[in-house]
């Protein structure tokens, strides 16, 4: 199995004691010699670590590792090397493409070694911060994948998700490592988390990843999307988990056979609400819950349910009881914002979405709606902010249309009489929706305040949007 594990920082860094870029780069540097030797020919420039390092990450990014390799072995002979942890990572990453796992954990654990605030050799500032260590973690984990070392694995990634308990693919390893020891509960836990987190990335792409025997991932991501409100991908991907489980009746999941048909009776109310038949799903998950006090998912349809049929000071305390029970699950948090925004809670909504996204790291749609009640509240300038993160941040749910964001960003900026700025942003909104009838409104009465009639050619009113 390929590791998945090589992500590296964006490559915008200048070369160490030289001006010029990666591209310049590239050009001083004789490319074809470096499939016939496996020497890092950093050509004219200078003969630093950071140098070496820069071009040894251009070929990890490529999957050239022995090359990769070459450059970071010469960049670790230099004591200044040594001290860099985020080199001894990416030497550790070029190990592991070339499946040469037990020496890649060996850097990683180099990388581990040193403390926060070592100096990255390719660059002065900023320095390597605590927070960073988590991927060192993580590569480390996903290498102890590869060598079957299951229980190690998942101690390492739990201490990646210590340091950072909102990255997806973290929580995908630890399923993996969890489905091959047969901890079907816990995989199938870590799965919902890793897909709650990044719902549209492709986990299940890769064979070299994923046996076919590994339906449990199907369940995971069907609670996931049922917890998204997505109930036709829910329905499809537990049907799909139902099919592979089938034709492999010497897997085991359920303990026994009822287990089994409690599981589907919760999926037979997910059909229900994707009915519009909130009512009968209502009764149908509380039918569940008698049976099942503590049944988390039950508590989730309930609480869609009560939302859905307008009940909403029961749903908020149905969604109190899935925090009980799993308080870091983010869905759970946005979704009671949403409804206590409903009812006019706006400081408990804003503690809410404040909450999701912690668990999260924040997604467009909590970003926006945080927006809009700090609107309604006379601060502009966290309003501000707030939309400026949500059209920066990825969209999870749906049902908040990015150009509404940019119509609420450039409508508060006019507020906070920064009229250049909202011009700018109204005029994004008219480039792309050029009908949009309040952003027609508002530009008039930007226009009219600069006073655009008269303007100077270089005004804000001539300037293009970007």
């Known amino acids: 199995m390929a590791s998945a594990s090589f992500i590296l920082r964006s490559l915008t860094y200048c070369l160490i004691l030289a001006s010029c870029t990666i591209e310049i780069f590239l050009v001083f540097t004789d490319q074809p010699a470096y499939s016939q030797t496996r020497l890092c020919n950093i050509g004219s420039t200078p003969k630093h670590p950071g140098n070496y390092k820069l071009l040894g990450n251009i070929f990890l990014k490529q999957n050239r590792f022995q090359e990769a390799l070459d450059c970071f072995e010469i960049a670790l002979q230099d004591e200044r090397g040594l001290k860099d942890p985020e080199l001894w990572n990416n030497h550790g990453l070029a190990l592991a493409g070339l499946k040469k796992f037990d020496q890649a954990i060996a850097s990683y654990d180099q990388a581990l070694r040193i403390s926060p605030g ?221 409804v206590l925004k409903k009812v006019n809670r706006n400081e408990e909504a804003l503690q809410a979405y404040e909450k999701a996204i912690e668990f999260s790291g924040g997604f467009s749609e909590v970003w926006h709606n945080r927006g809009v009640i700090l609107y309604d509240q006379n601060k502009d300038e966290e309003a501000i902010e707030s939309y400026s993160r949500s059209l920066k941040a990825n969209i999870l749910w749906g049902g908040i249309a990015r150009i509404d964001t940019k119509y609420a960003l450039a409508a508060t900026l006019y507020r906070a009489k920064r009229y250049s700025e909202s011009l700018l942003a109204v005029e994004k909104v008219l480039k792309e929706q050029p009908n949009y009838q309040e952003a027609l409104e508002l530009r008039k009465l930007i226009k009219k305040i600069i006073g655009c009639d008269r303007a100077e050619p270089q005004s804000p009113c001539n300037v293009e949007p970007l």
């Open 118 to 338: 070592a100096v990255f050799v390719d660059r002065v500032e900023p320095r390597s911060k605590a927070d960073d260590y988590y991927l060192w973690w993580f590569n480390r984990g996903t290498a102890l994948v590869d060598l079957k070392r299951y229980e190690e694995a998942i101690a390492s990634l739990d201490q990646s998700i210590k340091i950072r308990p909102n990255y997806s693919f973290v929580w995908f390893f630890k399923g993996l490592a969890l489905f091959r020891l047969e901890r079907y509960e816990e995989a199938r836990s870590a799965y919902r988390h890793a897909i709650l987190l990044s719902p549209n990335t492709p986990y299940i792409a890769s064979k070299d990843l994923l046996s076919i025997q590994d339906y449990v991932i199907y369940y995971g991501e069907a609670e996931a999307k049922s917890r998204l409100g997505s109930y036709k991908d829910t329905i499809q991907a537990f049907e799909r988990g139902q099919e592979i489980r089938r034709n492999n009746p010497q897997i085991k999941f359920f303990d026994d056979n009822s287990s089994e048909n409690f599981y589907e009776a919760y999926i037979d109310g997910i059909r229900l609400l994707d009915q519009g038949e909130n009512q009968k799903a209502l009764a149908a998950f509380e039918q569940l819950l008698t049976q099942k006090p503590n049944y988390t998912n039950a508590w989730y349809g309930k609480a869609d349910a009560l939302t859905a049929l307008g009940l909403y000071p029961e749903a908020i305390a149905a969604y109190d009881r899935v925090i009980a029970l799993e308080p870091d699950d983010y869905p759970s948090w946005y979704k009671k914002g949403n």
